[in-house]
């Protein structure tokens, strides 16, 4: 059975840190390319940061370039998203994705709808 666990999500103040992680089991972790997208209340989903798992080229929303780092550790199968210089803006569900098949030019590496595989999210709030 195919599926991914996100963890490390919490509160934090604004300026702070956390380190999200996604478990991957199943064949999954053969992905091309695996992706985190959070969604606030009252908005849609957007994607923040994706990775081509092959080359490990990175994509990042414009909201959030410098300030967050995904990264992999294949031997763990886990992919990271470390998040530095929180705000609260940044407050949200943060799901964890795969995309197994195809590949991907520009800015659809963040649209979700490319993706097929989703973890069931952790909460990450961020106070002023």
């Known amino acids: 059975q195919v599926q991914l666990v996100e963890s490390g999500g919490g509160s934090v103040q604004a300026g702070g840190s956390l380190r999200l992680s996604c478990a991957a089991s199943?064949?999954?972790?053969?992905?091309?390319?695996m992706g985190w997208f959070r969604q606030a209340p009252g908005k849609e989903r957007e994607g923040v940061a994706a990775m081509t798992t092959g080359s490990g080229s990175t994509y990042y929303a414009d909201s959030v370039k410098g300030r967050f780092t995904i990264s992999q550790d294949n031997a763990k199968n886990t992919v990271y998203l470390q998040m530095n210089s929180l705000k609260p803006e940044d407050s949200a569900m943060y799901y964890c994705a795969a995309k197994t098949t195809g590949w991907l030019v520009g800015p659809l590496v963040l649209q979700e709808s490319r993706y097929n595989y989703w973890g069931q999210g952790t909460q990450v709030t961020v106070s002023s």
């Open positions: 199943g064949y999954i972790y053969s992905s091309n390319y």
